[in-house]
């Protein structure tokens, strides 16, 4: 069995004015995508950044590669996790290749300057989400889907072997949502892992081997795809009447009504 | 980048020479640049000397310094508060700079005791915000920002307290403080130095910026130390902003307006714009004295008159060709 | 770098060689060389010293320029500031900014032997750097009248023209003494004099224009007040009701500032119609010129007198 990659142990994440949810405990091992379901508010987002060190656990921790979180510099955490988020800010105009390249910074050291091989290696990530000539667009300029592409593009480029995206295909349409899908599924089988945010139970459905799911309430449950992803189960954590059926052997679930 | 670098800050070194040039050449008595050359290598007659080295010398790099120091300090201001109407003043420190200056004219002390004012008043106010800020919980830029308006504010109302009891024999010196003066302006030397030391320490922090302009979450997912690099950046502007308001008053617009100029023209990397703004808001200073000396002369006008002049329709032509 | 070789502020190596000339001079009678200086205090407290009278001065207050054409030195002024304009003669000299903030490169090139400042009213920051640069400066700071006659003899003396400057000194003196034996001691008149009106402003006791209104006899109802130059509510004015209510304005025909008064009925000032004008270049500048409008103040609150009620005390 492959080494884990990221280990939760007894975590319970911090939400302000909310009692703690359940405390999790399982491992994220290289070659696994982990899904995480759950309605609006259970914590999804809150939870990567946890993984991701950007906010303290309310009790528990997070190790990666056996070390604890909490006392790994952050530049080595960046080198090993990359973390695309849910929302971009416009902060200063910026270009797609900037943008891009940004993903190289926990590499370099504050005097050095960007390599040909970095410029390379944003180019080609680029090229992989299909942004390949529009390198020196102003980042303001571009549509929702191509913000979350070049966001994805970045991660790239950090090149981590633990990609934590929250909601990656939320602003895709569904040609580029399959195409990113399919580049995450190849990082991971290349030895790397991933864990995203999904509010599509079919895409998890489809994309993951294991899926958490995020109660209201606090509570968790995790497994295999195909242990936790029945229709009791999904109807109690949307508390929403689901109707079951099947699409080229992976089940899909559709509201009822 | 390096080679971009190199050709833009040797551009900005030249006209930054042209600059101090033209402002040795210009004012109420003509000097020609001959003259001017010949007093630099020594000669020349004792007018011309007194003229070009005692009198336009020190004020042209005191200049060239506060205008460097300002544009810098905006350029810092800016990230930190992921704000682009942040200026140099935003957080007060020019409010406890002026609040100090101001009380030691009343008590009619001595230039190097009124600077020294200046300064305790700066660095004051730059703790006194940042403590509050901080508070019980964790700052945030806007939390900054606010409780730096607010200090402003207070500094403001005793301004005008100050102005308000003072002797009107004192109030044209304490206007002129408060519009910017460089005419007293003697000893540019450390002004430089803070200048070079800031810009040097702050160049290895330029990628971290550029990650940091970006929000402070995504910094942190980038492998930067947010809280460190923002308390640094925090005391960089302070400490340059402190210095150009001890030695000229408080000069307006040229911290907010600079930064912008040079990332319209630049893009946003802040290791060229951190270096680039310490010579434009040099170069764009010094033209502006010289102006402001030299067009109702014998008449003076505020410094900030001209920079105001010089930028806003500089300004409004790049905003307007940008995208 | 300094300007001693065309401005001498203390003995140069060339005086030395004079002093040697005339060794015989000075051994025997205790320095010819040094009767050839000028001394005088100013109101610094400060010793200028001149190696002989000033033939090229620089005025930095307007009232200091009609001093020095007061005591025959007008033509020697080779700049001065904005507003010199009287005598006539003085808006033809060259300026050199205004007395708040000056060109300190015209007055270095003008190459003065001396420059007269006014102590509050120049930049001080400024004229210590004349100084620095070598320029000899003589200040300023005319409280009382008899500091106007003390400088006129002293900037007489710095220009070589001691007679002509005690003889205006005296005549200076004369006129006040005449002014206070007839006005003095007659009954008091509580006024309020108006020197600005936006913020509103008056003078205390302290201020020249106060020494004038105890030289009429009136009584300066705010004359207390520890600022030169108090600034005051109108609400104050009201409360103090004044007998008499005197005022400059912005021009040297305006009358719009005391005229403003006559909205309060109820004022004493007002019932008695007694608001009056003095053209504020007569009054507010520190010249002989002063003693004018200090005849015309002395002639208001002699009207002011006159229109007392019968039945008043």
Avoid at chain 1, 111 to 117: G, K, L, Y
Avoid at chain 3, 66 to 77: H, M, Q, S
Wanted: net charge neutral; proline share 6%.
């Amino acid at each position: 069995m492959s080494e884990p990659l990221l280990q939760l142990e007894d975590l319970v994440i911090h939400i302000p004015g909310r009692p703690d949810g359940s405390a999790l405990r399982f491992e994220v091992r290289s070659g696994q995508c982990w899904g995480i379901l759950g309605p609006n508010g259970a914590g999804k987002t809150t939870l990567l950044h946890t993984l991701a060190g950007l906010r303290a656990p309310r009790s528990g921790g997070v190790r990666l590669n056996g070390r604890k979180l909490g006392g790994i510099p952050r530049r080595d955490v960046a080198r090993q996790t990359a973390l695309v988020f849910q929302d971009h800010h416009d902060g200063f105009p910026a270009t797609v290749l900037e943008t891009a390249l940004i993903g190289r910074h926990p590499y370099l050291r504050p005097w050095d300057v960007e390599s040909a091989d970095d410029m390379a290696m944003a180019r080609a990530a680029l090229q992989q989400v299909d942004l390949a000539g529009l390198e020196s667009r102003l980042v303001g300029t571009l549509s929702g889907g191509e913000r979350q592409r070049l966001a994805i593009a970045t991660a790239l480029t950090q090149d981590p072997r633990l990609f934590l995206l929250d909601e990656p295909v939320s602003h895709l349409d569904l040609h580029h949502q399959v195409a990113v899908l399919e580049i995450v599924r190849k990082r991971v089988s290349k030895g790397c892992a991933a864990v995203m945010s999904l509010h599509d139970v079919n895409i998890a459905a489809r994309h993951c081997d294991h899926v958490l799911l995020l109660y209201q309430d606090g509570g968790a449950r995790w497994g295999p795809v195909n242990e936790m992803l029945q229709l009791q189960v999904l109807e109690r954590l949307y508390a929403q009447p689901l109707v079951q059926g099947e699409a080229g052997g992976a089940p899909v679930f559709v509201p009822k009504g | 980048m390096s080679g971009r670098l190199a050709t833009i800050l040797s551009v900005l070194c030249l006209a930054a020479a042209a600059a101090i040039g033209i402002s040795l050449m210009l004012g109420s008595v003509p000097v020609s640049p001959v003259d001017v050359g010949t007093v630099l290598t020594g000669g020349g007659d004792p007018l011309h000397q007194a003229l070009v080295l005692e009198l336009r010398l020190p004020r042209t790099l005191a200049a060239f310094a506060t205008g460097g120091l300002l544009a810098v300090a905006g350029a810092l201001m800016q990230v930190l508060l992921r704000n682009p109407l942040a200026d140099p003043y935003v957080l007060g420190i020019s409010g406890g700079a002026a609040v100090g200056a101001l009380l030691s004219m009343l008590a009619g002390l001595a230039t190097a005791v009124v600077s020294g004012a200046a300064f305790a008043g700066a660095l004051l106010s730059t703790l006194l915000v940042f403590g509050l800020a901080h508070g019980t919980g964790s700052w945030t830029p806007v939390r900054l920002l606010l409780t730096g308006v607010v200090v402003a504010a207070g500094w403001g109302a005793l301004i005008s307290f100050i102005l308000a009891v003072a002797p009107g024999a004192e109030l044209p010196g304490m206007l002129y403080w408060l519009m910017g003066d460089l005419s007293h302006a003697r000893h540019p030397g450390p002004a430089w130095i803070v200048l070079a030391i800031v810009v040097l320490l702050a160049w290895p922090l330029g990628r971290s910026l550029n990650v940091l302009a970006r929000g402070a979450l995504q910094a942190a997912a980038l492998g930067v130390s947010v809280r460190p690099l923002e308390w640094i950046v925090y005391l960089l502007a302070a400490v340059l902003t402190a210095t150009a308001v001890t030695l000229a008053g408080t000069v307006g617009f040229v911290g907010l307006i600079v930064p912008h100029m040079l990332r319209l023209v630049l893009g946003n990397d802040q290791r060229i714009i951190l270096p680039a703004a310490a010579l434009a808001g040099g170069i764009l200073l010094t033209l502006a004295d010289t102006l402001s000396r030299t067009v109702i002369a014998p008449q003076q006008l505020p410094v900030g008159v001209i920079t105001a002049l010089l930028g806003v329709p500089v300004f409004l032509y790049l905003l307007h060709r940008s995208r | 770098m300094s300007l001693v070789r065309f401005v001498s502020t203390r003995p140069g190596p060339w005086l030395w060689l004079l002093s040697l000339l005339a060794g015989s001079a000075v051994l025997a009678g205790g320095g010819a060389a040094v009767q050839a200086e000028i001394r005088v205090t100013d109101d610094s407290h400060r010793e200028v010293r001149l190696a002989e009278p000033a033939h090229r001065i620089v005025s930095l207050s307007p009232h200091l320029t009609e001093l020095l054409f007061e005591v025959g030195a007008g033509d020697r002024i080779v700049g001065t500031v904005s507003f010199s304009d009287h005598p006539e003669a003085a808006r033809q000299i060259p300026r050199v900014g205004n007395a708040g903030q000056l060109d300190l490169e015209r007055i270095l090139a003008l190459q003065p032997d001396l420059v007269v400042a006014w102590r509050s009213g120049n930049p001080a920051r400024q004229v210590a750097r004349l100084e620095a640069l070598g320029l000899t400066v003589y200040y300023n700071e005319p409280r009382r009248l008899s500091d106007l006659a003390d400088t006129l003899e002293r900037l007489a003396v710095l220009t070589g023209s001691s007679e002509t400057g005690a003889a205006q000194a005296a005549q200076l003196r004369e006129r006040s003494r005449k002014l206070a034996t007839r006005y003095a001691h007659r009954p008091a008149v509580p006024l309020f004099y108006q020197i600005w009106d936006d913020p509103l402003m008056t003078v205390n006791d302290q201020h020249l224009i106060g020494e004038l209104i105890a030289l009429c006899g009136g009584k300066n109802l705010f004359g207390e007040l520890p600022a030169l130059v108090p600034r005051l509510s109108r609400e104050a004015v009201l409360a103090a009701d004044p007998e008499v209510i005197v005022g400059g304005g912005s021009g040297e025909d305006n009358r719009a500032w005391v005229d403003g008064w006559r909205r309060w009925s109820g004022l004493t000032a007002v019932r008695r119609d007694n608001l009056f004008f003095i053209p504020p270049s007569l009054i507010q500048r520190q010249t002989p010129r002063i003693l004018d409008g200090a005849e015309m103040l002395c002639e208001y609150l002699d009207e002011a007198r006159a229109r007392r009620p019968e039945t008043a005390p």
